[in-house]
């Protein structure tokens, strides 16, 4: 979501270590009857690798808008264009024995480019106690990224870089009106809507490569996927301290493939209706309880509905299902019995038929095990003083396959912890904030005999308004300089020289060190 309007005119200029420059131009004019909103944006940053990233993007949007909340529209222009080089996760065991620094890389040619230009339009109108609504869209995008996570396990010679393209064009509608009355002396509000979605992904390709240049096709797609959905929903009031919304959702799914493997080509359709519930009691001083539970469902990539070979071994390969179902469900408290605090507890499952997964290294979908998983929630937000806020949170969750196998039963990369603490502070012209996330450890493979560590990180914030117009701001990312990891796998790979059977071991990503950022200001 946007603002329409803009107070003033905004500059902002930051820069900081690592190559970080990030220029921010924003404002407003009255256009017409209407509003004009325009922004540009423009970032490069290096990173603390050994071989800078290099990463450039420009982002933009341009807005016109007419009207308000109730009745008017907005057409909204946004592009955002970016290309990099890529220090990706790299074996531990490189690092133990030095061949690496701790901010080194393997395969100096990983990195990509990507763009995405988007046009949409938004309208509402309201009429008495009723509310209409339109959006609509059309997006170009296109992702060109080189990787290579097994250096040379499969080709110890050009090594396992690859290649992935996705070039498409999106086009999609949504409708839907709003209404309140009265039934049997009780309040309803009611909801009818419709929403479509045209996905025609002119080429969907896999290549296996040796820096940057393509030595072979694995596989070449261009798919049409359509989908389509009718909603309703309707709330009812039934008594002062009782409410319920009811709803129903259907689902229709078309996947075209065309493959450069014919028997990998085809069409597939799915339908689904999913049936939604919430009851809320209360409030009883200023707190309810309240209660979710639902279906749902994920889709499947559409090459995993068509496919009847392996693409790099051309065995024969199971076909997955199309749309898996999912059902969930809420149990929570939110109160504000305390003066200036707002407090939610809550207790959650959710159950995946399958957990489905797309293997882009080796261009096909694997039928994962039905999951299962439970968690609890608490956060808190407490503002003892006007210029004073302090918040907590915490979720645990317990992610676990449902099926009997041998090889465990643990969900890998699955986290089991996450915790985040804040404070921020605002007098007269100073600011100032500290913030804690921390992520529990996780298993790796399913018998949870090889896990990750936990991580925390602080970040912290001061700035100083100079004036009415200008303010510098000071941020200070990883406090304490933490040696912690934001990504660990565990699987095999080969590193020059190593036995070709390869090495199974962690791969890991670590997280930046201390890295301070300075910028300005300039609202006129």
């Known amino acids: 979501s946007y603002l329409n309007v803009l107070e003033q005119p905004l500059l902002k200029l930051e820069g900081g270590e690592n190559g970080y420059r990030r220029g921010l131009f924003a404002s407003s004019s009255r256009v017409g009857s209407g509003d004009l909103l325009y922004a540009f944006e423009a970032l490069h940053n290096d990173g603390p690798w050994d071989r800078g990233d290099d990463f450039r993007k420009l982002n933009g949007i341009l807005r016109y808008s007419r009207g308000d909340v109730r009745s008017g529209y907005d057409v909204t222009f946004m592009g955002y264009d970016a290309e990099w080089l890529s220090t990706d996760q790299v074996p531990l065991r490189a690092i133990t024995d030095g061949s690496i620094g701790r901010y080194g890389l393997i395969d100096p040619s990983d990195g990509g480019q990507?763009?995405?230009?988007?046009?949409?339009?938004?309208?509402?109108?309201?009429?008495?106690?009723?509310?209409?609504?339109?959006?609509?869209?059309?997006?170009d995008s296109r992702l060109d990224l080189f990787s290579n996570f097994t250096y040379f396990l499969d080709d110890p010679v050009n090594g396992d870089q690859f290649e992935q393209?996705?070039?498409?064009?999106?086009?999609?509608?949504?409708?839907?009106?709003?209404?309140?009355?009265?039934?049997?002396?009780?309040?309803?509000?009611?909801?009818?809507?419709?929403?479509?979605?045209?996905?025609?992904?002119?080429?969907?390709?896999?290549?296996?490569?040796?820096?940057?240049?393509?030595?072979?096709?694995?596989?070449?797609?261009a798919v049409q996927q359509t989908s389509g959905a009718l909603y309703a929903q309707a709330g009812v009031q039934w008594t002062p301290w009782l409410r319920t919304t009811a709803g129903l959702r259907g689902d229709a799914y078309r996947f075209d493939v065309e493959s450069i493997e014919p028997r990998n080509s085809g069409v597939e359709t799915a339908t689904l209706l999913s049936p939604k519930l919430t009851a809320v009691l209360g409030p009883w001083r200023r707190s309810e309880l309240y209660l979710?539970?639902?279906?749902?469902?994920?889709?499947?990539?559409?090459?995993?509905?068509?496919?009847?070979?392996?693409?790099?071994?051309?065995?024969?390969?199971?076909?997955?299902?199309?749309?898996?179902?999912?059902?969930?469900?809420?149990?929570?408290?939110?109160?504000?019995?305390?003066?200036?605090?707002?407090?939610?507890?809550?207790?959650?499952?959710?159950?995946?038929?399958?957990?489905?997964?797309?293997?882009?290294?080796?261009?096909?979908?694997?039928?994962?095990?039905?999951s299962r998983r439970v968690g609890v929630e608490l956060a808190v937000d407490v503002s003892p003083r006007p210029w004073l806020t302090l918040d907590a949170s915490y979720a645990y969750s317990r992610g676990?396959?449902?099926?009997?196998?041998?090889?465990?039963?643990?969900?890998?990369?699955?986290?089991?912890?996450?915790?985040?603490?804040?404070?921020?502070?605002?007098?007269?012209?100073?600011?100032?904030?500290?913030?804690?996330?921390?992520?529990?450890?996780?298993?790796?493979?399913?018998?949870?005999?090889?896990?990750?560590?936990?991580?925390?990180?602080?970040?912290?914030?001061?700035?100083?308004?100079?004036?009415?117009?200008?303010?510098?701001?000071?941020?200070?990312?990883?406090?304490?300089?933490?040696?912690?990891?934001?990504?660990?796998?565990?699987?095999?790979?080969?590193?020059?020289?190593?036995?070709?059977?390869?090495?199974?071991?962690?791969?890991?990503?670590?997280?930046?060190?201390?890295?301070?950022?300075?910028?300005?200001t300039a609202a006129f």
């Not at 009355?181 to 009818?192: H, I, K, L, T, Y």
């Not at 080796?362 to 095990?369: I, L, V, Y």
């Not at 465990?408 to 904030?433: K, M, N, Q, T, Y």
């Open 292 to 370: 979710n539970f639902g279906t749902g469902f994920h889709s499947n990539d559409a090459r995993g509905a068509t496919i009847t070979v392996d693409p790099v071994s051309g065995e024969p390969a199971e076909r997955v299902d199309p749309l898996v179902r999912s059902k969930g469900g809420e149990l929570g408290l939110r109160t504000l019995a305390l003066p200036g605090t707002h407090a939610t507890v809550a207790l959650w499952g959710l159950d995946i038929d399958s957990e489905l997964l797309f293997v882009g290294d080796a261009g096909n979908t694997e039928a994962g095990r039905p």
């Open 114 to 139: 990507s763009h995405r230009y988007s046009l949409s339009f938004a309208g509402q109108r309201s009429r008495g106690s009723s509310l209409s609504r339109v959006e609509a869209y059309a997006i």
């Open 165 to 221: 393209v996705d070039d498409r064009r999106v086009f999609g509608l949504e409708a839907s009106r709003q209404w309140a009355f009265a039934w049997q002396g009780r309040e309803v509000e009611s909801r009818v809507g419709l929403t479509g979605r045209h996905d025609d992904i002119g080429d969907v390709s896999l290549y296996h490569t040796t820096a940057r240049r393509r030595l072979e096709s694995v596989r070449a797609d």
């Open 400 to 520: 676990r396959f449902r099926d009997d196998d041998s090889v465990g039963d643990r969900i890998p990369g699955a986290v089991e912890g996450v915790a985040a603490a804040g404070i921020a502070a605002r007098s007269g012209r100073c600011l100032g904030g500290v913030r804690l996330r921390r992520f529990g450890g996780r298993p790796l493979i399913e018998d949870d005999s090889v896990r990750s560590d936990s991580s925390t990180l602080v970040t912290a914030q001061a700035g100083y308004r100079l004036g009415k117009r200008w303010q510098v701001k000071l941020d200070v990312f990883n406090l304490f300089d933490a040696k912690v990891t934001d990504i660990d796998y565990f699987y095999r790979s080969r590193l020059r020289g190593e036995d070709e059977a390869g090495v199974e071991d962690i791969h890991t990503h670590p997280v930046e060190p201390r890295t301070l950022r300075v910028g300005v």
